[in-house]
C-alpha cells in the first residue's frame, strides 16, 4: 500500500441516469424507491440533494435494460410525489474509488482532476468505504484512466 490514498478504483458502465427535480418531501423519495423495488428495478446509485427552498433535487441511475420501464414509472407517479420534473440524463457510469484516509483530499482531488479534464460530474457521493462518482458514459474509459494515473494506480 505505500503511500497510495486508494486502494483501487471499481467501474460501473450501462446505467442511466434521472434527475427528479423539485420533491418536496423525503417521504416522496422513499416512495420512488418503494416503487421501483416492487417492480424489481435496482438502484445502482442514488444522491438526494435538498435545497434552501424546502425542496430536494434526486440523481437517481439503474441498469439500461430498466431505463424504459423506470422513466415510465416516474412518469406515472411525477404528481403524486410533487415533482416538478423528472429528466433523464442517458447514459452514464459510475466509478468507486476505494480512499485509506483523506475523503476531503481525496474527493478534492477526483473533482479537480475530472474538471480539468472538462469531464462533468452529474453526482458525487461518500461512504465509510467508497466515493461514488457519477460521469457521462463515454468518458468513463477517460476519467478512469486519469484517476488511476493520479493515485497511482496505473
Do not use: W
Not at 89 to 115: C, D, K, N, Y
Amino acid at each position: 500500500m505505500g503511500n497510495r490514498l486508494i486502494s483501487g478504483i471499481l467501474q460501473r458502465a450501462d446505467l442511466n441516469a434521472f434527475n427528479l427535480a423539485s420533491i418536496v418531501e423525503t417521504r416522496d423519495v422513499g416512495t420512488v424507491l418503494q416503487r421501483l423495488a416492487e417492480q424489481r428495478i435496482n438502484i445502482e446509485f442514488v444522491n438526494q440533494t435538498p435545497r434552501k427552498n424546502g425542496y430536494s433535487d434526486v440523481i437517481l441511475c439503474v441498469d439500461k435494460k430498466d431505463v424504459q420501464s423506470t422513466h415510465a414509472l416516474l412518469e406515472e407517479i411525477k404528481t403524486t410525489i410533487c415533482a416538478r420534473e423528472v429528466s433523464p440524463l442517458g447514459g452514464v457510469g459510475i466509478l468507486s474509488l476505494f480512499p485509506h484516509r483523506e475523503h476531503a483530499v481525496i474527493s478534492g482531488m477526483i473533482m479537480q482532476t475530472l474538471s480539468d479534464a472538462h469531464i462533468p460530474l452529474f453526482a458525487m457521493a461518500s461512504s465509510l468505504s467508497a466515493i461514488s462518482c457519477v460521469i457521462q458514459e463515454e468518458q468513463i474509459l477517460e476519467a478512469l484512466s486519469l484517476l488511476s494515473r493520479k493515485f497511482g494506480l496505473s
